[in-house]
């Protein structure tokens, strides 16, 4: 039972740290095709996080979003495309999720007039029109509710340390102390074998046999925490009598 617990341990330690690494690639992949294409990805499709109700009830805050990466300035949208593009935030760039409502084409040169779907909070279409160029992906219409909040929080300083490091630093502890107790485990195991050995080849009986093994093992523990004064040793008798007064002595 107890082995059967141990390894039920272990293997939900591995499933936990699995899934560890697989956050810390995808955090840095993100970072990684953020400067390329200018929106985090994953093989062309970019999760994003909802952080309004700008949308509402298409999607709401907290969500997830899977967009398809269309960072090209030669990309043909349509009205009802919902779209991500860039937009300045109290000095601060972000991205900003609306859907086309109007098509303009001026020359050579094609605009998207973009609104939000949540009448409510935006009443008018937004002040900025969006060119290809600007925009840098399309909702698929896929999307995870609430997990928008949870990859938000992963990629700050805090939730990275305390969702990635922080469990792989535990991981790494655990697995250290485990590597200890194998060795000490393996070199009992070891001084047993040993100490088999040599009184499988003494003439002892099987009681004398188990007390010598017993003795030197003790005698082994004592040398590891450096309490023993002087190093014992499990004699080989030349006959029976002799036998129980050399194990008994040892």
């Known amino acids: 039972m107890k082995q059967l617990l141990k390894r039920i341990i272990n293997i939900v330690i591995d499933v936990i740290v699995v899934l560890i690494l697989a956050v810390s690639v995808l955090i840095v992949a993100l970072s990684l095709t953020t400067k390329s294409s200018g929106v985090p990805h994953i093989f062309g499709i970019a999760p994003l996080s909802?952080?309004?109700?700008?949308?509402h009830d298409t999607f709401d805050s907290g969500d997830l979003l899977l967009s398809e990466v269309t960072n090209d300035p030669y990309y043909e949208y349509k009205v009802g495309d919902i779209v991500t593009f860039p937009i300045e935030i109290g000095g601060v760039e972000t991205y900003n999720t609306h859907r086309i409502v109007e098509v303009i084409e001026d020359e050579s040169i094609t605009y998207y007039?973009?609104?939000?779907?949540?009448?409510?909070?935006n009443p008018e279409p937004d002040e900025d029109l969006q060119t290809s160029a600007s925009i840098v992906a399309k909702y698929t219409g896929n999307k995870i509710d609430g997990l928008?909040?949870?990859l938000s929080f992963i990629r700050t300083q805090?939730?990275?340390f305390l969702c990635v490091l922080l469990p792989m630093i535990i991981f790494f502890v655990y697995e250290a102390i485990r590597v200890i107790l194998n060795v000490i485990a393996y070199n009992k195991e070891k001084a047993v074998t040993e100490a088999q050995s040599v009184i499988n080849n003494a003439?002892?009986?099987e009681e004398q046999k188990k007390r010598a093994i017993e003795e030197y093992l003790a005698s082994i523990g004592e040398k590891q925490s450096?309490?023993?004064?002087?190093e014992p040793t499990v004699q080989t008798p030349a006959d029976g009598n002799n036998s129980a007064d050399s194990s008994d002595n040892a």
Do not use: C, H, I, Y
């Open 158 to 160: 805090l939730g990275f």
């Open 148 to 150: 928008g909040n949870v």
């Open 50 to 55: 909802v952080q309004s109700d700008s949308m």
């Open 226 to 230: 450096g309490k023993a004064e002087n």
């Open 203 to 205: 003439e002892l009986t």
């Open 113 to 121: 007039k973009t609104q939000g779907d949540n009448k409510n909070t």
